[in-house]
C-alpha cells in the first residue's frame, strides 16, 4: 500500500506509460488488421450490394409490401412489361375474376387505387399503362395477372423512391424471401430485359 | 426580457406540437385501422355484386364508396405528410428557443465539492454487474428451460418414450419364442402322429400354464371377437423383417377338409401381394387391366368389408405398363398402421384409405420404368409412408406424409430397377431405413432421407428384401451374396455365396440366418460368420419368404406346401402341409391364426 | 426526388424468355409502338462520395475546433449539419453504426459485395478514434448529434449504475454481430429509435422508443451513446489508446472545480486521493480474483449462448420457414400462410429446408457461443478494471467515455485566459 502510493507520488508512472505505449501498439495494429481484413471484402460500385429489389420470379404478391415499408407509401410499385403483355380485352390484372361487364365500374377493377389505365389501340388489342403516382405497391394486379395472364405486371422496388435502408423492412417480412440485395447492373429486375 | 420571448415562444410552440403529436398519432392509428383500401365493406359489397345479377343500386353503393374510400385514403395520406412537416418545424422552433434560453446557463457546482468516493462507486458499480449479469444468467437459464425441447416437448418425448418401450416390448419376446432351448420339436413331432384335433390343445398347453394372460386372450377368439393386439403391418410382418410375435399360431391345418379353415374366400382380382392385417382387418390388394383396387376383409368371418378401386388418380397411365406375368399389376404388399392403410401398384398409382374404406388421397408417382412390373412393398413408419421407387429411369426413395400424401421428403437413388421392399431396423433404439438395390445395401434415417451407409455388395436382378437382427442387416440376391453388415457404421461383417435367394428374402435370429432359395433348398447360416449350418433340399421352389413365428420358421413352397421348420440352426422339419393351392405370397400372422393368399384363394387358418 | 437529381436511366431492352406466354405477343397492324419506360438508378456513386466528404469535412471540422479552436461552436454547427444532411436528407443510411453489421456479414456471406463507401464509413471513425478520440461521435454522427442538439440540462445519472449500464453497449454488439453473422438480420438497424424520426415514418415502436429517448436526452446527456450504441463500444477500445488526446485544457489544471459538472456524458473524473482503507494484498487478491474469473465468465456465456442458440435461431428467416411448413405439414387442413404457400409453390423440397435450417442452428451454435464469450469477456474485462484503484491529482478525461463534445472548454477558466492573451 504504501510503497503503491509513494510510486503514484514519486514516480513518473513509467510502467503506466509502458502500458500505454503497448496498448496504443495493439490497437494501432488492430485498426490496421481490421481494415485491411475488411478492405478485401470491398467491391466496386458496379458489383456491389447496393439496392434491395424484389424478384419477379419468386414474388407470391403476399401483399406485405404495401404495409411493410418504412414510407409513408411504399416504395414498391407496380411495373408493366409491355413486351411480355398479351393486350387482351379480358385482363386478369385490370378487371376483378367476376366481373359483369368489362366498363371501368368500381364493381369491376381490380385496383383499389384506380391506378392503371388502359388504352385502345386495335380491335382486339389494349394496352395497359400504370399510373405510378396512384399506385401504391398492393399488387393486387399482379396476382390477377400470374394467375390469368402473362405475368406481364410485376412488382418491383422502384429505386428513386427506395431510401436503401440497409435493413429493409419488406425484406424482412417477405414471405417468399424475394428481396434481396443487388448491384447497380440488375438494380431492376425486368421482365422484358435479357 | 429576450429570455422571457424565447420561454413564451417555446412554451407556445410545445403546447402547438403536443397537440398535433397526438393529433397525428390518432390520425396514424385510424389510417392503420382502417386502411382504406382494404375495407372490408367494399369488398364484401363486391362479392355480393358478383351473386347478384344487375343490381344497380349495389352497384352504385360499391362505386360511390370506392370513391369516398380512395379520396379517404390519398386525402389522409397527404395530411400525414403535412403534419409531420409541421410538427418537426415546431419542435425545431422549440428547441431552438429552449437552447436559446438556457444558452447561459452553466453546470457550475454551486456549493463546494464534497469529493465521490471513487472506490465506493466502483465497487457499487462491480455489484451492479455481477447482480446484473447474474440476473440475465438466470433469466436466460429459466428461459432456457422453458422454452427448450426439454420443456416444451416433454409430451412428444413420452410419446417417444413409449414407443421405444413398445419397440423393446416388441423385441423382448422375440428373443423368447426364438430362443430354440425354449422350444421342444420333439413334442411337435409327436403330435404330428397323434390324431389332428389334439394338436393344437397340447400344443397350446404348456403356454396356458406359463402364461395364462396371453391364453387368456386366444382362447376365447372363436367364441367372441377378441382382437388379437399382434399386428402384421405390412409385407413380411411388422418393420417388413420377417418375425412375429403372435402365439398359439396353429401348425396344422387341412385346407380341402376345413380342419382348422377359419374361413375361405375368393379375391376378385389377382395379385401376387401379401396379406397385410392390423387388429380385425386383413388389407390386400388385386388388380388386372381394367381395375385396381384395395380390400378389406374382416379377420373373423372372411366377409369382405370394402373395396376401394384406385381410379380417377391425376397422371395415371391410360393404358397399362407391360408388366411380367410373375410380377403382374399388383405385386406391392400395402402397409398399414391401424388407422391408415395405402396400398401401390404398378402404374405407380398410390393410394391412402382409413381403415373404413375412405379414400384420404391418392396420387400417381409416374409410371416406374421397370421390365417386370413395380413390386417394391410399401411400409409405413411414424407419420410417413415410404415408396421405394427403383426404376431404371429415376430411382429414388420417398417418403409420403401419411396424411396428405405431400413428399416429406426424397432420395434419388442411382440403383437400377429392384423388386426388394424397404425394412425398419432398429439399431440401439434407432430406426434405419434399410433398402437393397442394384448395386448398394443402403440405410437411410426414415426421419429426413439422409444416408446413413452404404455397402456396394449386389448385382443383378434384386428381388429379396434385407433383414436385420442383433444390429446387424443381412442382405441376400441371387448372382451377387449374402452379406451381414454392422449397421451401426456399415462394415461388412462377412459374405456368403453358396446358396442365394432370388424372390424369398431372408430372415435372421441373433444366431441364424435363413435363406430359400428358389430352387427349393432352405439354408441354415451361422450370424456369426457366414457358415452353413445346416441345409435342407425340399425339392420345390421358393417365393414366398420364411416367417419366424413362435421359435419356428413358416414357409410356402410354390406349389402349395407349407413346411414348418425348427429355428435352432438344425432345420428340422417339423411338419409338411399340403394345401394344394399354389401360393407366393408370405402369409400373415396373428395370435392363433395365420392368412394365406393362394393364388386361387384367401383363407385364414385358425386354432380351434 | 432527390436521386432524380443524379440518375442514370436504365433503358429496358431485350427479351426474357422465363416470362409465362399463355396470351402471345399481339401482332400489331396499325403501326403500334411498344412504348419505352425507363426506370431510374439513382447513382449511388455520386452521393457515396458525397457523403464520405461531408463525413471527412465534419470530423475534419470537429478535430480542428477540438484541437486547435478549443471552442464548441463548429461543433455545434456540425451537429446540425450533421442532423440535416446524414439524418433527414439522407434518410440516416448508411451510418457508421449499422455498418458494423455489413462488415461482419461480408466476412461470411460471399454473396454479399461491401460497397466501399459502407466499409469507408465503418473504418474512417474507427481512425478517427484512433487518432484523436471519438471526434466522430461529437458532431458527426447524427444520432449523437441530434441527442446533443436537444440536450439543454444535465442532470447526473448515478456514477455506479452509469458505471455497470456501460456493459450493455458491448452485450448489443454481440448479438449484433451474432446476428449479421448468421445472416440472419441487422438488428442495430431494426432497432433504431431515432431512423424513424429522421425518414417521417417507421415503425411506430422504435419511433415511439426515439422520441423517449430524445425526451431523456434534454435532460441528460446522450443516453442512447452512453447506454446502447455498439459502435460507441468500439470507438472507446480505440479512444482510450488514441494518439492524441483531449484535454480539458492545455494548461496544467488549477483544480479549479469549476468543469465538475460540465460533462453530459459524465467523463470528467475529479480529482482523487486513493484513500481506500483496505490492506494491498486484498486489493491484489481481489484483481487476481477477478482476472481468473475471465475465462470462467467466457466459457459461462458462451454454454449459455450456446443452450440458447435455438432460442435465437428463431429470428431466422429459414429456421421460421421451417416450424411454418413444419406445422402446416402436420396440420394440412389448416389454413396456408403466405410463407408456406411461396415455399411450396417455389418448388424447394422438406429435404432443402431442413439441411439449411441445420445449416442455420450449425451457425448459431458457434456464432452464439463466440457471442457468449465475447460478453463474457467483457463482464469480465469490467470487473477487472472497476477493481483497479487509481488515485488522480487532478480533474482528468476519461477518453473512453468522452464523446469530444467540447463542453467542458468553456468552463475551464485556463482556457479563458489565453483567449485573452491571444
New interface residues.
Given amino acids: 500500500m504504501k510503497k503503491d502510493k509513494e510510486q503514484i507520488d514519486n514516480s513518473p508512472m513509467p510502467r503506466r506509460e509502458f502500458f500505454r505505449k503497448i496498448s496504443k501498439a495493439i490497437a494501432g495494429a488492430g485498426v490496421l488488421a481490421l481494415g485491411g481484413a475488411a478492405a478485401t471484402k470491398v467491391k466496386g460500385n458496379k458489383s456491389a450490394s447496393l439496392y434491395w429489389q424484389i424478384d419477379p420470379e419468386k414474388c407470391t404478391q403476399c401483399g406485405r409490401c404495401e404495409t411493410s415499408c418504412v414510407m409513408p407509401v411504399s416504395a414498391v410499385r407496380c411495373i408493366h412489361a409491355n413486351k411480355v403483355c398479351g393486350y387482351c380485352d379480358l385482363c386478369g390484372g385490370y378487371y376483378r375474376t367476376n366481373a359483369k361487364e368489362l366498363n371501368t365500374a368500381a364493381e369491376n377493377m381490380i385496383c383499389p387505387t384506380g391506378a392503371i389505365q388502359r388504352k385502345f389501340v386495335e380491335d382486339p388489342y389494349f394496352e395497359y399503362t400504370i399510373d405510378e403516382d396512384l399506385c401504391n405497391g398492393c399488387g393486387k394486379c399482379v396476382k390477377g395477372c400470374s394467375s390469368f395472364g402473362n405475368g406481364s405486371l410485376f412488382l418491383q422496388i422502384r429505386q428513386d423512391l427506395c431510401l436503401n435502408c440497409n435493413e429493409c423492412s419488406i425484406a424482412n417480412v417477405c414471405a417468399s424471401g424475394a428481396i434481396t440485395r443487388v448491384p447497380y447492373e440488375t438494380a431492376y429486375k425486368m421482365k422484358d430485359q435479357a | 426580457m429576450k429570455k422571457n420571448i424565447y420561454r413564451n415562444i417555446a412554451i407556445v410552440t410545445a403546447i402547438f406540437a403536443l397537440t398535433l403529436s397526438i393529433m397525428l398519432i390518432t390520425n396514424?392509428f385510424q389510417v392503420r385501422k382502417a386502411?382504406p383500401?382494404?375495407t372490408e365493406v367494399v369488398q364484401t359489397?363486391?362479392e355480393l355484386?358478383?351473386v347478384n345479377?344487375?343490381n344497380l343500386q349495389?352497384?352504385e353503393q360499391?362505386?360511390q364508396?370506392?370513391?369516398l374510400?380512395?379520396r379517404a385514403?390519398f386525402v389522409q395520406?397527404s395530411h400525414?405528410?403535412t403534419g409531420?412537416?409541421l410538427l418537426?418545424g415546431m419542435l425545431g422552433v422549440l428547441?431552438v428557443c429552449?437552447?436559446l434560453?438556457?444558452s447561459g446557463v452553466?453546470?457550475?457546482?454551486e456549493k463546494e465539492?464534497d469529493?465521490?468516493d471513487?472506490?465506493l462507486?466502483?465497487?457499487?458499480?462491480?455489484k451492479?454487474?455481477?447482480g446484473?449479469?447474474g440476473a440475465v444468467?438466470v433469466a436466460?437459464?429459466v428461459?432456457?428451460f422453458l422454452?427448450?425441447?426439454y420443456y416444451s416437448s416433454l409430451g412428444e418425448r413420452r410419446a417417444q418414450k413409449k414407443a421405444l418401450a413398445q419397440q423393446e416390448e416388441f423385441e423382448a419376446p422375440q428373443e423368447e419364442i426364438f430362443d430354440a432351448e425354449s422350444f421342444d420339436p420333439a413334442q411337435l413331432t409327436a403330435d404330428a402322429t397323434a390324431p389332428e384335433t389334439e394338436a393344437p390343445e397340447e400344443e397350446t398347453a404348456p403356454q396356458e400354464e406359463s402364461q395364462t394372460e396371453e391364453a387368456a386372450s386366444e382362447e376365447p377368439v372363436v367364441e367372441q371377437p377378441v382382437i388379437s393386439t399382434v399386428t402384421h403391418n405390412a409385407f413380411r410382418g411388422n418393420n417388413s423383417n420377417g418375425q412375429s410375435n403372435a402365439r398359439g399360431v396353429p401348425v396344422n391345418w387341412d385346407l380341402s377338409a376345413g380342419s382348422n379353415i377359419a374361413w375361405k374366400v375368393s379375391v376378385a382380382k389377382p395379385g401376387f401381394n401379401s396379406p397385410v392385417l392390423n387388429g380385425r382387418n386383413v388389407f390386400l390388394t388385386g388388380a388386372d387391366a381394367s381395375a385396381r383396387e384395395l380390400y378389406c376383409y374382416d379377420l373373423l368371418t372372411g366377409e369382405l368389408r370394402w373395396t376401394l378401386a384406385a381410379d380417377g388418380i391425376a397422371g395415371s397411365p391410360s393404358t397399362m405398363p407391360t408388366v411380367n406375368g410373375d410380377t403382374g399389376l399388383a405385386a406391392s404388399s400395402v402397409a398399414t398402421n391401424g388407422s391408415q392403410v395405402c396400398a401401390i401398384f404398378a402404374t405407380g398409382d398410390i393410394i391412402c384409405a382409413d381403415i373404413d374404406g375412405n379414400r384420404l388421397w391418392a396420387k400417381n408417382l409416374g409410371v416406374p420404368d421397370n421390365h417386370y412390373g413395380f413390386a417394391s412393398s410399401l411400409l409405413i413408419y411414424g407419420?410417413e409412408v415410404i415408396v421405394q421407387y427403383d426404376n431404371d429411369s429415376d430411382g429414388k426413395l420417398i417418403a409420403l406424409?401419411l396424411?396428405?400424401g405431400?413428399?416429406?421428403?426424397?432420395?434419388s437413388r442411382t440403383e437400377k430397377a429392384t423388386w426388394s421392399s424397404p425394412i425398419i431396423a432398429y439399431i440401439d433404439g434407432k430406426a434405419q431405413l434399410v433398402v437393397m438395390g442394384n448395386p448398394a445395401l443402403t440405410a437411410y434415417n426414415p426421419d429426413?432421407?439422409e444416408m446413413l451407409w452404404k455397402v456396394d455388395c449386389m448385382s443383378g436382378e434384386v428381388g429379396a428384401s434385407p433383414c436385420s437382427s442383433n444390429g446387424i442387416v443381412y442382405g441376400a440376391s441371387e448372382y451377387a451374396s449374402l452379406v451381414a453388415v454392422n449397421a451401426q457404421d456399415g462394415s461388412l461383417l462377412w459374405e456368403a455365396n453358396d446358396y442365394l435367394p432370388e424372390v424369398s428374402s431372408p430372415v435372421a435370429t441373433k444366431d441364424y440366418v435363413y435363406v430359400a432359395t428358389s430352387y427349393g433348398m432352405l439354408i441354415a447360416y451361422d450370424a456369426s460368420n457366414g457358415e452353413i449350418l445346416a441345409e435342407q433340399d425340399l425339392g420345390t421352389q421358393f417365393y414366398c419368404s420364411p416367417m419366424l413365428v413362435e421359435g419356428k420358421i413358416y414357409i410356402f413352397g410354390t406349389e402349395g406346401n407349407m413346411y414348418i421348420f425348427s429355428n435352432d440352426g438344425k432345420l428340422t422339419l417339423l411338419r409338411t402341409i399340403q394345401t394344394g393351392e399354389p401360393t407366393f405370397a408370405t402369409p400373415a400372422f396373428t395370435d392363433g391364426k395365420i392368412v394365406v393368399r393362394s393364388t386361387e384363394s384367401l383363407y385364414c387358418v385358425s386354432a380351434s | 426526388m432527390k436521386k432524380f437529381l443524379n440518375s442514370l436511366v436504365l433503358l429496358l431492352a431485350g427479351w426474357k424468355a422465363a416470362a409465362i406466354s399463355r396470351f402471345p405477343r399481339p401482332d400489331f397492324e396499325s403501326g403500334y409502338q411498344y412504348p419505352e419506360y425507363t426506370y431510374a438508378v439513382p447513382n449511388e456513386m455520386l452521393w457515396d462520395i458525397i457523403d464520405v466528404a461531408m463525413l471527412l469535412i465534419l470530423m475534419g471540422i470537429v478535430t480542428w475546433a477540438l484541437y486547435k479552436k478549443r471552442t464548441r461552436g463548429p461543433i455545434l454547427w456540425s451537429s446540425v449539419v450533421s442532423v440535416a444532411y446524414f439524418g433527414f436528407f439522407r434518410g440516416g443510411c448508411v451510418c457508421s453504426v449499422g455498418s458494423i453489421q455489413n462488415v461482419a456479414l461480408a466476412f461470411v456471406d460471399n454473396s454479399y459485395s461491401l460497397p466501399l463507401a459502407v466499409f469507408l464509413f465503418f473504418m474512417i471513425p474507427i481512425l478517427g478514434a484512433f487518432l484523436f478520440g471519438r471526434v466522430f461521435c461529437s458532431g458527426v454522427c447524427p444520432l449523437g448529434a441530434l441527442q446533443d442538439l436537444v440536450n439543454v440540462k444535465n442532470y447526473r445519472i448515478n456514477k455506479a449504475v452509469a458505471g455497470a449500464l456501460s456493459v450493455i453497449p458491448w452485450i448489443y454488439l454481440a448479438f449484433a454481430l451474432l446476428y449479421a453473422l448468421t445472416r440472419t438480420r441487422f438488428i442495430i438497424c431494426q432497432f433504431d429509435p431515432f431512423i424513424g424520426i429522421f425518414r417521417l415514418g417507421g415503425d411506430i415502436g422504435m419511433i415511439a422508443f426515439g422520441v423517449i429517448l430524445l425526451v431523456m436526452s434534454v435532460f441528460t446527456g446522450r443516453p442512447f451513446c452512453r447506454f446502447l450504441c455498439p459502435y460507441g463500444a468500439l470507438l472507446s477500445i480505440f479512444s482510450s489508446v488514441s494518439v492524441f488526446k483531449i484535454g480539458i485544457t492545455p494548461k496544467p489544471c488549477i483544480n479549479c472545480e469549476l468543469c465538475h459538472n460540465s460533462c453530459p456524458v459524465d467523463a470528467i473524473e475529479a480529482p482523487y486521493g486513493n484513500k481506500v482503507n483496505e490492506s494491498n494484498r486484498t486489493g491484489v487478491k481481489r484483481l487476481l480474483a477477478y482476472m481468473l474469473i475471465i475465462p470462467v465468465l467466457m466459457a459461462a456465456g458462451g454454454l449459455l449462448m450456446r443452450q440458447a442458440a435455438p432460442q435465437l435461431a428463431r429470428a431466422n428467416r429459414e429456421v421460421r420457414l421451417y416450424s411454418q411448413v413444419m406445422y402446416f405439414e402436420d396440420h394440412p387442413d389448416g389454413e396456408m400462410i403466405p410463407e408456406v404457400e411461396a415455399f411450396y409453390s417455389q418448388g424447394r423440397t422438406l429435404e432443402d429446408l431442413i439441411s439449411s435450417y441445420e445449416e442455420v442452428h450449425k451457425d448459431f451454435r458457434l456464432y452464439g457461443t463466440l457471442a457468449g464469450m465475447l460478453i463474457g469477456l467483457v463482464i469480465g474485462v469490467k470487473l477487472v478494471r472497476l477493481s483497479l484503484k487509481r488515485g488522480r491529482k487532478q480533474y482528468e478525461i476519461a477518453h473512453s467515455r468522452c464523446v469530444a463534445c467540447g463542453k467542458c472548454f468553456s468552463y475551464c477558466p485556463q482556457n479563458r485566459v489565453k483567449a485573452k492573451v491571444n
Wanted: proline residues 3%; hydrophobic residues 40%; glycine residues 4%.
Fill in positions: 396514424y386502411t383500401l382494404q359489397l363486391k355484386n358478383d345479377a344487375d349495389l352497384q360499391i362505386r364508396l370506392d370513391l374510400s380512395r385514403y395520406r400525414l405528410k409531420l412537416y418537426l428547441l429552449l437552447r434560453y438556457y452553466k453546470d457550475i457546482p465539492i469529493h465521490l471513487d472506490w462507486i466502483q465497487s457499487k458499480a462491480r451492479y454487474v455481477l446484473g449479469a444468467a436466460a437459464l428461459f432456457a422454452s427448450s425441447p407419420g406424409n396424411s396428405n405431400n413428399v416429406r421428403w426424397t432420395k429426413n432421407g
